[in-house]
């Protein structure tokens, strides 16, 4: 064993030892839990799909007012590819760290819904979810098999109720965020003893200033994610490996 793998396998330890040991821990993810489930992280260079298109450009609230049409050219594709994805064991394994009493709950970024899938029970979408889409118009809701069927011969997806135009239950850009799951993230990590990050490159609001809030009610960071973090010199665990093998190993560890 390399001085490398021992220092991981060192930081992995102590990992396991400050989650046995404290009484809130919390555990915050971004897209990089969901990409060994095979969705690629937009943000990241060169993953086909979002290649062509600025997100920001097409996934915001004001071309979905103005061309509903060019909105669900792009966003439809990726609503049908998110919606076929299964979680992976990083997923399982904050699933069953709670179902032990050890993880209080899971703040996320992602809207696929695969922490739910895994069985996480309480989970703050941030950024929202597309388990459900509303009509703008008159606010009905529908699950997210039903929305495939909802679409007009335009390629819009339309209320059968009143014909208003249905949008993903997503935060789009422009959007505000939801303020009730702001407010929960921003209690679970004032209450956190551990923020255990995964996946994330805490650069996003408002997820990027969750770890502050913890450090200052004074609990430790440990981060769980591949590249660069801000938080990276002040967190208390680094762990920048495979984030599935690096959760398979903090469950083994913590036995
Ligand atoms: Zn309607």
């Known amino acids: 064993m390399g001085t490398e793998s021992g220092t991981h396998t060192r930081e992995v330890e102590r990992l396991a030892e400050l989650i046995r ?21 937009f943000r990241s260079p060169g993953t086909g799909l979002w290649e062509t298109v600025d997100p ?7 071309v979905f007012r103005r061309e509903p049409k060019r909105f669900w050219d792009y966003y439809r594709p990726r609503f049908g590819m998110l919606s076929d994805k299964q979680p992976n064991s990083a997923h399982a394994v904050l699933a069953e760290l709670e179902a032990r009493g050890l993880l209080a709950g899971v703040i996320t970024q992602n809207i696929d819904r695969l922490h739910r899938k895994a069985g996480s029970r309480r989970v703050i979408e941030v950024h929202g979810t597309i388990e459900t889409s509303s009509c703008v118009d008159c606010g009905a809701s529908f699950p997210v098999d039903s929305v495939e069927g909802l679409f007009d011969g335009e390629g819009v997806a339309r209320c059968p109720g009143c014909g208003g135009p249905v949008k993903p239950d997503v935060v789009l850009f422009g959007e505000l965020l939801p303020e009730r799951a702001i407010n ?10 551990v923020l255990l990050c995964v ?20 609990g430790k960071v440990a981060i769980v994610t591949k590249g660069p973090t801000p ?25």
């Open 21 to 41: 040991g404290a009484e809130t821990v919390v555990a915050l993810t971004g897209a990089g839990i969901s990409v060994p489930s095979g969705i690629p992280d």
């Open 56 to 62: 920001m450009e097409v996934a915001h609230i004001e």
């Open 184 to 193: 929960e993230a921003y209690a679970l990590a004032t209450a956190a003893d």
């Open 199 to 218: 996946g994330s490159s805490l650069e996003v609001h408002p997820v990027a200033g969750l770890p502050a809030i913890t450090q200052s009610a004074g």
């Open 231 to 255: 938080y990276d010199h002040e967190a208390d665990v680094r762990l920048d490996g495979d984030v599935v093998e690096d959760l398979e190993a903090l469950l083994a560890a913590i036995g």
